[in-house]
């Protein structure tokens, strides 16, 4: 008694029909439970067209690998481990053990309808349908809302709408909650999303089954149609403020964030398979980005005239704040690792009575609706507001468009387009970045003036005191300011692009500031015995660690013009400011352990190298190749530490070495020569003393990433090495035949004799002349 699945492909197969023959199969064919399960799964996913049991193949198959190679003797070793890197060890499974469902029935209960696991996971199942079911009936078939068309609708309505947003969003973000006996809660509707957060002692189920029912079906865009429940134009003009309308949009948008947005929470397996369902979540999500510029700006607009003329009576200006903080931080969640959603948030047309910025052309729309509304959010003060709850949600606000503003000027989609969801936008074709540009769009309308304003006052306020300083935990409102210290100089970091917009940034008078900002990280770090920062909590310590790499990486990219990077290495003394390469340096002597601090002190350290022997001498004279081996020995799986710590040898090395005048043979400078010798093997002997040829060879070398980095900076150390290419299907043959790879074909480098029969100096033959006569004479017969 097979049960049949739709003709259709396009049909959700429902778990009515998937229990249904689980127990004809188990009852006709005389299967046991987990015969019958295992026997159900093959049967529809072969009507279905999909395999029950997916293969992997290398992703590197065919690409070419290089590594850094010292001898001969070492380049079966070197490929044999790029190799095995390359190779993706399968899963083991146990004979229970169900295999990865395909995607046409990742939305389905796999356990056995009987069981007492199967019966709790319908019954959550059940719940979740019902609240879906709920918002569906909200919507019309025209996308527009209908139950709440009407402000005066009863509220209970309201309220089980408020709660099934609460439900979906705690399902889609931690799944099944599991007490500490390993049995799932039965959740009802009244619990709210804030006492599962604070539970303690609790475990979390796997989302991914609720992620591929919004993935599957159309319930992504009802939660989409729900954003249209607040009319930001309305409350603009309107003398009051329905407060369901915004409670429900708040719910809206916090269960979009819970869908959009990675969870910390799950397992390793689990969260591969959910950051991947959340990324075509974001793809789907792009439509609806135009709407949510549109909340943004009138929210601001409305915070605005609230404060000034009480326009919006209905809710204070906390709920209006909170509300915008909740629509940055899905713009946030909308946008990471989403090239595409980039764009259209930056390009979202916004009307001019949404719009506190003047676009000066005279026109009834901004067409960068996303950069106008940012800077709208950057442009509210906290004298705007007249309490502390209210002075620490507007700061709390000016973080989050802080951290939008980066998250848009940041290339962050590295997603195989073939691999993307067919149809969804962004899913054909190769990602652009589109960095550079919005960061161009930003300068261009004024964000660098208002985010180095935003720096100064917030460093101004949270200068250490003799009882400690930004690390102590003190008031919520210190650390809220510590958090947009950090926030607003990433933000500055990612707009600091080219030589014009630093130079704007440099008169605006940002070196004091982030160099201040870099001594109060130091500063305030305590050292622990091993060297280590230990500061009065976990949360300070985080936060601590958040100031210095916001710090070191906006050090690192104004160091990208020559002049700026010396005074900052060097020192400048007409204005008075002394060098940061001590802080910079005890900065990655705190942190040993933040790969991201280390990354970013190496790179700023091989940019004030390049192109200045001086600075490269300073480096040199202040220990700095310690901290930078130390850094690569410490962070050995992290290819931008490697990448930026060869860089920085190199850069140091090289330039030094090129300062040095050249040897000369002769009888009267024999001195000169030998000064000389001494200089140049005191240079290579300060890296190679800390082991950096180890170093460069066997971890740098090994990134693909790095072993241009580290080749260069090998040779510049005066170390024998060559640079290999290895082809990935030659290795993958290699080993498993276990032969060796020494036959593998490398790169030919430039002036290697190849044709045995060219000759790289021009030499006349003597009969050319003639030859040359006897073919012209032919031409013309």
């Given at each position: 008694c097979n049960a049949m699945a739709s003709s259709s492909s396009d049909a959700l197969l429902s778990q009515d029909l998937f229990d249904e023959t689980v127990l004809e199969n188990e009852e006709c064919f005389d299967l046991s439970p987990d015969d019958a399960l295992h026997e159900t799964i093959d049967q529809f996913c072969q009507q279905l067209g999909a395999s029950s049991s997916s293969s992997s193949s290398s992703a590197a198959a065919g690409s070419d690998h290089h590594v850094v190679a010292p001898s001969p003797t070492s380049v079966a070793n070197s490929s044999s481990s790029t190799a095995n890197?390359?190779?993706?060890?399968?899963?083991?499974?146990?004979?229970?053990?169900?295999?990865?469902?395909?995607?046409?029935?990742?939305?389905?209960?796999?356990?056995?309808?009987?069981?007492?696991?199967?019966?709790?996971?319908?019954?959550?199942?059940?719940?979740?349908?019902?609240?879906?079911?709920?918002?569906?009936?909200?919507?019309?078939?025209?996308?527009?809302?209908?139950?709440?068309?009407?402000?005066?609708?009863?509220?209970?309505?309201?309220?089980?709408?408020l709660q099934a947003l609460v439900d979906i969003g705690r399902r889609c973000q931690v799944g099944d909650i599991v007490n500490s006996e390993g049995t799932k809660k039965n959740d009802n509707n009244s619990e709210t999303k804030k006492d599962t957060d604070t539970t303690k002692n609790t475990n979390y189920g796997n989302p991914f089954p609720y992620l591929a029912i919004f993935q599957q079906t159309s319930s992504i865009y009802t939660l989409m149609s729900f954003l249209s429940v607040f009319n930001p134009a309305q409350c603009i003009s309107a003398a009051e403020t329905n407060p369901m309308r915004l409670q429900i949009l708040r719910a809206t948008v916090q269960t979009l964030s819970s869908i959009l947005s990675n969870n910390n929470n799950a397992t390793a397996r689990e969260d591969e398979k959910c950051v991947t369902l959340?990324?075509?979540?974001?793809?789907?999500?792009?439509?609806?980005?135009?709407?949510?510029?549109?909340?943004?700006?009138?929210?601001?607009?409305?915070?605005?005239?609230?404060?000034?003329?009480?326009?919006?009576?209905?809710?204070?200006?906390?709920?209006?704040?909170?509300?915008?903080?909740?629509?940055?931080?899905?713009?946030?969640?909308?946008?990471?690792?989403?090239?595409?959603?980039?764009?259209?948030?930056?390009?979202?047309?916004?009307?001019?009575?949404?719009?506190?910025?003047?676009?000066?052309?005279?026109?009834?729309?901004?067409k960068r609706g996303g950069v106008s509304v940012i800077l709208s959010c950057l442009s509210l003060r906290g004298n705007n507001f007249t309490t502390n709850n209210s002075l620490n949600n507007a700061t709390l606000l000016l973080t989050e468009a802080c951290q939008l503003l980066a998250s848009l000027c940041r290339y962050d989609d590295f997603r195989d387009p073939s691999s993307s969801t067919s149809g969804a936008m962004g899913a054909t074709g190769v990602n652009t970045s589109s960095a550079h540009d919005h960061a161009m769009e930003f300068h261009r309308a004024g964000g660098a003036p208002l985010l180095i304003d935003i720096a100064r006052h917030v460093l101004s306020e949270s200068a250490p005191s003799d009882e400690g300083g930004l690390n102590s935990d003190m008031s919520s409102g210190v650390v809220a300011n510590e958090r947009l210290a950090a926030a607003v100089l990433t933000a500055l970091r990612v707009l600091a692009v080219n030589d014009e917009i630093i130079q704007t940034m440099v008169a605006l008078s940002v070196l004091p500031i982030v160099t201040r900002a870099l001594q109060f990280g130091v500063s305030t770090a305590v050292e622990s015995e091993d060297g280590g920062a230990a500061g009065t909590s976990g949360a300070g310590r985080a936060r601590n660690q958040r100031l210095v790499a916001a710090s070191l990486g906006l050090l690192r990219n104004l160091c990208g013009n020559d002049e700026i990077k010396t005074n900052l290495c060097l020192g400048s003394s007409s204005s008075s400011s002394p060098s940061i390469l001590p802080h910079l340096l005890r900065s990655m002597q705190l942190h040993p352990s933040t790969a991201l601090i280390q990354e970013h002190g190496c790179g700023t350290l091989a940019a004030m190298a390049l192109r200045r022997p001086a600075n490269a001498r300073a480096i040199l004279d202040a220990d700095g190749p310690r901290w930078v081996i130390?850094?690569?020995?410490?962070?050995?799986?992290?290819?931008?530490?490697?990448?930026?710590?060869?860089?920085?040898?190199?850069?140091?090395?090289?330039?030094?070495?090129?300062?040095?005048?050249?040897?000369?043979?002769?009888?009267?400078?024999?001195?000169?020569?030998?000064?000389?010798?001494?200089?140049?093997?005191?240079?290579?002997?300060?890296?190679?003393?800390?082991?950096?040829?180890?170093?460069?060879?066997?971890?740098?070398?090994?990134?693909?990433?790095?072993?241009?980095?580290?080749?260069?900076?090998?040779?510049?150390?005066?170390?024998?090495?060559?640079?290999?290419?290895?082809?990935?299907?030659?290795?993958?043959?290699?080993?498993?035949?276990?032969s060796s790879v020494r036959g593998v074909g490398r790169s030919m480098m430039f002036g290697e004799k190849h044709n045995s029969n060219f000759r790289p100096v021009y030499e006349e033959s003597a009969g050319l002349s003639e030859g040359v006569d006897d073919v012209v004479s032919n031409f013309g017969n």
């Open positions: 890197a390359a190779t993706t060890t399968p899963l083991s499974e146990t004979a229970t053990e169900l295999p990865p469902p395909p995607a046409v029935l990742s939305h389905l209960i796999l356990s056995h309808p009987n069981s007492s696991e199967g019966k709790r996971d319908r019954i959550n199942r059940n719940q979740f349908q019902n609240s879906l079911t709920l918002l569906d009936e909200c919507v019309n078939t025209d996308g527009t809302l209908k139950n709440l068309e009407n402000d005066h609708a009863d509220s209970n309505d309201g309220e089980k709408v959340r990324a075509e979540l974001r793809d789907l999500f792009i439509p609806a980005l135009g709407r949510l510029v549109c909340l943004i700006g009138g929210i601001v607009k409305t915070i605005n005239k609230h404060e000034t003329d009480g326009v919006g009576a209905g809710v204070d200006s906390t709920s209006l704040v909170r509300t915008c903080v909740d629509l940055l931080q899905l713009g946030i969640n909308a946008t990471r690792g989403c090239e595409s959603a980039k764009v259209a948030f930056v390009q979202s047309v916004l009307s001019s009575e949404l719009s506190t910025v003047n676009n000066n052309k005279g026109s009834n729309v901004t130390v850094a690569m020995r410490r962070h050995k799986s992290n290819v931008n530490v490697q990448r930026q710590g060869a860089l920085a040898v190199r850069n140091v090395v090289s330039r030094l070495l090129r300062d040095l005048p050249e040897d000369k043979n002769g009888a009267g400078a024999a001195a000169g020569v030998a000064s000389v010798g001494n200089e140049r093997s005191s240079v290579r002997d300060a890296f190679l003393e800390l082991g950096a040829e180890a170093v460069l060879r066997n971890i740098a070398g090994r990134h693909q990433g790095s072993v241009d980095e580290a080749y260069a900076a090998l040779r510049d150390l005066g170390c024998t090495v060559s640079l290999v290419k290895f082809n990935a299907d030659d290795l993958q043959k290699s080993q498993t035949s276990g």
